[in-house]
């Protein structure tokens, strides 16, 4: 897809399904081909799992999606959101900030590698 140039941006646990032991993307519906690398849209998606980018109206890149992965990695790793706040726009703020903790109990048993992963894909201004 990321070859291709589409991002998807509306990755969230609802959209992935497991099927014969594969991994699938559903739910195109807010995916968009970019130009020249970028795209300038609305906010699409949950706010739960949108890119600061997305949040602050910034153009969107491949990027954007990729820090929903980390998002959504930190979920299936942990059962908590990141970012989630008690309405959207507390959670976009949260979002628009990029702090989270793997310091939380729940990260306890994760390996230094998962937390090294997810650090790599939750960067504020990815290059």
């Known amino acids: 897809m990321h070859d291709k140039k589409i991002a998807h941006l509306d990755l969230r646990p609802e959209t992935l399904l497991l099927h014969d032991d594969r991994l699938r ?3 195109f519906g807010q995916s968009r081909r970019l130009i020249r690398g970028k795209i300038m849209a609305d906010i699409v998606g949950a706010p739960e799992f ?3 980018e997305i949040a602050a109206g910034h153009p969107i890149t491949l990027a954007s999606d990729m820090w929903s992965v980390g998002t959504l990695t930190y979920v299936l790793l942990s059962g908590c959101s990141p970012f989630l ?3 959207d726009q507390e959670t976009l703020r949260n979002v628009m900030t990029g702090k989270y903790s793997l310091e939380i109990p729940e990260f306890e048993a994760v390996s ?3 937390k090294d992963f997810l650090s790599k894909l939750l960067v ?3 290059t």
């Open 85 to 87: 706040g008690d309405n």
């Open 124 to 126: 504020l201004e990815p």
């Open 25 to 27: 993307i559903a739910d």
């Open 112 to 114: 230094s590698d998962a």
């Open 50 to 52: 949108v890119s600061p």
